[in-house]
């Protein structure tokens, strides 16, 4: 059964706490993204990654990293320089080869700073 | 139209009756168009898609139009069911790009 995985579904963290988000997809696909939505926004691209141990920076990468280190992985830190990372969060992924098609999301992970 | 502050703009339909969810871009240069549902607490579904060199293209209950002239998207859902609630987005892309553009939504309620 194919698809992307987030963990946890529920993240709850303390001010001045790194926190690691989980993303894994059985899909084969070459092209991973990370979003950021807000109450009554669209989704913000925070990074993506087209090839395995390559990534760019997306509309608001400050305060997150990213690593990418196998074909089926994608986690994302949230580090302690985000000022706001309370937020949904959501992991894409897309087949690059035969032109543009669509993302496939997982059910993402609503982080909670306390 | 546009949303103004945390609020979705709102489409409220009766089950049964037709439902035209609309979507406005800027980028002359878009080719390549997708409408996603997302259902309350989870990540968004791909519904349909359309290319640039098309104008109108059909799935099952659900047409998305493309108007390049006025820049304007349109996803029509036939005989809307209570299941079919949820915030729908479309996104764009242009020039060969992967990364899309979503905008803000549209949530649509739908009256048993």
């Known amino acids: 059964d194919g698809g992307i995985t987030q963990s946890p579904k529920y993240l709850f963290r303390k001010e001045g706490q790194n926190v690691t988000l989980s993303c894994e997809q059985n899909l084969n696909h070459d092209a991973m993204y990370w979003y950021r939505q807000d109450p009554g926004q669209g989704l913000r691209l925070i990074y993506y990654s087209q090839i395995v141990n390559d990534f760019q920076k997306g509309d608001i990468a400050e305060g997150y990293s990213v690593s990418r280190e196998k074909k089926e992985s994608f986690p994302l830190t949230v580090t302690s320089a985000q000022k706001n990372p309370t937020a949904f969060y959501l992991c894409a992924s897309s087949i690059l080869a035969g032109g543009q098609s669509e993302q496939f999301f997982g059910p993402g992970t609503r982080l909670t700073v306390l | 139209g546009e949303s103004v502050g945390l609020h979705l703009p709102t489409l409220s339909v009766q089950e049964g009756d037709n439902s035209i969810i609309n979507c406005a871009y800027s980028?002359?240069?878009?080719?390549?168009f997708i409408w996603y549902k997302q259902e309350s607490g989870k990540g968004p579904q791909f519904i349909i898609d359309?290319?640039?060199?098309?104008d109108k293209r059909q799935g099952q209950r659900v047409t998305v139009l493309l108007n390049k002239t006025v820049k304007h998207l349109s996803l029509q859902i036939a005989a809307t069911q209570p299941g079919d609630s949820a915030v729908y987005f479309c996104a764009e892309s242009s020039g060969g790009s992967y990364i899309p553009t979503f905008g803000r939504g549209t949530s649509l309620i739908v009256h048993p």
């Open positions: 980028n002359s240069a878009s080719d390549y």
């Open positions: 359309i290319r640039s060199n098309m």
